[in-house]
C-alpha cells in the first residue's frame, strides 16, 4: 500500500506504536496502583514496562526519517506543521494538568505555576518538550541519518555507546538538581537508531523475519537482565526509587531489545493482516491514537485509583493495576476517536490537518456541494 505522497505505508509501525503506548499506560498504572502496596514486586514490573520513551524515540526517529529522508523539505513549512500538532496540544493539555495539581483560583499564583513548569511539561508531557527540540534540529538529524546510510554500523556503535554514556551521567547528575533527562541530545541515540531502521528498512525487515526466534530470546534474556540488576539495586538500597531509576545502562540495553523485539513482532503483523483483519483494525486504532491517548491517559489513571481508593477494589491492588490500565487504554481511545472525529476538537490531539482535510474532501465529493460550486 502506498501513502498518499508515494512512498510505502509501513504496518509494522503501528504494531509498534500499539504496543508502546500500551506500556505506557500500563506502566503508569502499576507506579500508581501496585507499586505503594506491594513496593518490590511492582517496581519489578515496572522496569519491565519501563520500555515506552525509549521506544517512542526510535519511532519518532524512524517516521522522520522515513517521510523526509528522501527529499528535501520546505523547513517553514516543516516547522509550521510539527508545531501546530505539537505545541498547542502541548499549551493546551499543560494547563490543564496544572489546574487538577494547583489551585486554577485566584489565577495569579495558577498562572505562576504554569510559567514554572512551561519548560519540563510538569513531568508527564516531557516528551512533547523533548519532540519540539528535535523538530528544531531535523536538518542536521536527518544529515547524519544519510551520512549513516553509508557508514550504519558506525553510526549504529555511536549511538549505543552515546546512550549508554548519557543515560548514566543522567542518573548521576539528576542527582545533582541539573536536568540532562530535558535535553533532546540526552537521547539521540534513539532517534538516530530509528531513524537508520527507516533508511535501511527492507533490510532490517528481512533480517527480523529472519531471526523472529533468535530475537524471541533476546526479549528472554532482557527480561532475565533487568530482573537481576533490579534484584541488586534493591538489595543495596532498598529503595524503590534507586531500583527503578530509568537513568541506567541496563535501561538502555533492555529499551533496546524491547524495541526490536516490538519491530520483530511488526513484520509478522505486516503478514498477518489479512489473516487476521480484528486485530489489523484494533491495532491500526490503538497505533494511530498513541499521541492522544499519551496526552489524556493520566486523567483515567489517576480518575480511576480516586474511586476505588476507598473501596474494597483497593483490597487486591493487583486486580486494581488491571483494572486501571484497562479502563484509562479504553476511555483514552474512547475520547480520542470523538476529539478526532470533530474538526474543530482535532487539533487538540494532534490531528488538524488531517480532520479538516477529510471533511473538505468529502464535503467536495457530495452532489450537493458539486452543485453549489459548479
Not at 528522501?70 to 490543564?96: C, E, G
Not at 491514537?289 to 476505588?308: C, E, K, Q, R
Amino acid at each position: 500500500m502506498a501513502s498518499p505522497k508515494g512512498r510505502s505505508y509501513i504496518y509494522a509501525i503501528d504494531f509498534v506504536r500499539a504496543g508502546t503506548i500500551i506500556g505506557v499506560v500500563m506502566v503508569h498504572s502499576v507506579r500508581f496502583a501496585l507499586a505503594a502496596s506491594a513496593p518490590l514486586w511492582g517496581g519489578l514490573l515496572q522496569m519491565f514496562l519501563q520500555y515506552g520513551r525509549e521506544s517512542f524515540m526510535v519511532v519518532t526517529g524512524f517516521v522522520l526519517a522515513h517521510q523526509y529522508l528522501d527529499r528535501q523539505p520546505n523547513w517553514w513549512s516543516f516547522w509550521s506543521r510539527r508545531y501546530q500538532a505539537v505545541l498547542f496540544p502541548y499549551l493546551v493539555w499543560l494547563a490543564l494538568f496544572v489546574a487538577m495539581s494547583y489551585p486554577l483560583w485566584p489565577l495569579i499564583p495558577w498562572f505562576k505555576e504554569y510559567v514554572r513548569v512551561l519548560p519540563t511539561g510538569n513531568g508527564h508531557l516531557y516528551y512533547l518538550v523533548l519532540t519540539m527540540e528535535l523538530y528544531v534540529v531535523a536538518p542536521l538529524f536527518l544529515a547524519l541519518v544519510a551520512w549513516g546510510r553509508r557508514h550504519p554500523w558506525t553510526l549504529a556503535s555511536f549511538a549505543v555507546i552515546w546512550e549508554l554514556g548519557s543515560w548514566t551521567l543522567a542518573g548521576y547528575l539528576g542527582e545533582r538538581s541539573f536536568a540532562p533527562q530535558m535535553l533532546v541530545i540526552t537521547y539521540t541515540g534513539y532517534f538516530l537508531l530509528g531513524g537508520l531502521a527507516a533508511a535501511h528498512w527492507s533490510h532490517v525487515r528481512t533480517w527480523a523475519k529472519a531471526h523472529a526466534a533468535m530475537v524471541s530470546a533476546l526479549v528472554v534474556a532482557g527480561l532475565v537482565l533487568m530482573a537481576g540488576v533490579y534484584g541488586a539495586d534493591w538489595a543495596w538500597k532498598h529503595s524503590l526509587g534507586f531500583a527503578t531509576n530509568v537513568f541506567q545502562p541496563v535501561s538502555v540495553v533492555y529499551s533496546l531489545i524491547i524495541t526490536l523485539g516490538l519491530f520483530t513482532a511488526g513484520t509478522w503483523f505486516e503478514g498477518a493482516r489479512d489473516r487476521r483483519p480484528t486485530w489489523d483494525v484494533w491495532v491500526r486504532r490503538i497505533g494511530n491514537a498513541s499521541f492522544g491517548i499519551y496526552l489524556v491517559h493520566p486523567i483515567f489513571v489517576h480518575g480511576w485509583l480516586d474511586f476505588t481508593g476507598p473501596s474494597a477494589l483497593a483490597i487486591n491492588p493487583w486486580l486494581n493495576t488491571l483494572l486501571t490500565a484497562l479502563v484509562a487504554l479504553s476511555m483514552s481511545l474512547l475520547t480520542i476517536s470523538w476529539l478526532q472525529g470533530r474538526a474543530r476538537l482535532a487539533w487538540l490531539v494532534g490531528k488538524p490537518r488531517t480532520v479538516v482535510g477529510r471533511l473538505r474532501r468529502v464535503a467536495a465529493q457530495s452532489p450537493k456541494s458539486s452543485t453549489l460550486t459548479g
